[in-house]
């Protein structure tokens, strides 16, 4: 057998494709059986997964209990097993995973697994300079067709069809979430990182796509696009809601 078709093999044990048996081939024996020494070894991989997991998403942990969250774990290794040397990214696909398989009483789950996955995401982002409020003094009346507004490597906005913050707060301060009640209607919400703290905060629709177009390189005349409902009011609102992003450290640099 070539060390591939090995590898192979000792794989498909480790992750429960194949029923550990017939392993002295390739494993040898000791105080433990070659059967036995990849059960422990297979039984450890699924935990290492199964904690990443639950450091990683917490509150989904706090919704769901340890039995629940167990089974969900499972259920999602297997569809979407660790393919990344870094177990970084092994949580990257759970909301789109609980998108797809709702939990019974809590189908909004998953929109609390983005919120998670995206402050998680943030925290770890790269660093970045952060402009200053003087930089917005580049943008004048013949800078303002090219002015363009770079954000941290940390932003990022989420659209949900309901508000999961309470949720989010209540479990956070350590209060039953179940009393949480969860916002109605459909929001918009910015995640970003300043220093070492990750904040999330509700956005209107038209700042939210102001961001994703700042976000993809759009001059500031396509950014004011975005408040364009508000008619004279537009280029107003959308200077507001960049001195917002500076203030906040969700902006880079300012380039004319």
Known sequence: MSLQAQ???????????APVRDTAVLVKGGALSPDERVNVYAEMYWLRLRDVLRSEFEQVL???????????????????PSTHFSLNWLGQHLPTFLRANPVEGAPWLWAL??????????????????????A?????????????FTLTPS?????????????????????????????????????F?????????AVSDAEAQALELARDGATLPAVCEAFAAFGDEAAPRAFQAIASWVNEAMVARVEV
Request: charged share 25%.
């Open 193 to 201: 990182r300043q220093g070492f703290a990750v904040f999330h905060d």
């Open 136 to 148: 917005l003094g580049l943008v004048t009346p013949e800078t303002a067709e090219t002015a363009r």
């Open 113 to 134: 697994a983005e919120l998670e996955w995206a402050r998680s995401q943030a925290f770890i982002a790269e660093a970045s300079p952060v402009a200053t409020a003087e």
């Open 7 to 17: 590898q192979a093999q000792l794989w498909d044990w480790l992750v429960g494709d």
């Open 155 to 191: 932003v990022r906005v989420l659209r949900h069809p309901v508000d999961v913050r309470p949720v989010f707060r209540a479990i956070a301060e350590g209060q039953p979430w179940r009393e949480a009640r969860l916002g109605a209607t459909p929001t918009a919400l910015v995640v």
């Open 62 to 80: 706090a919704v769901l209990g340890d039995e629940d969250f167990e089974v969900l774990a499972a259920k999602y290794v297997k569809a979407q």
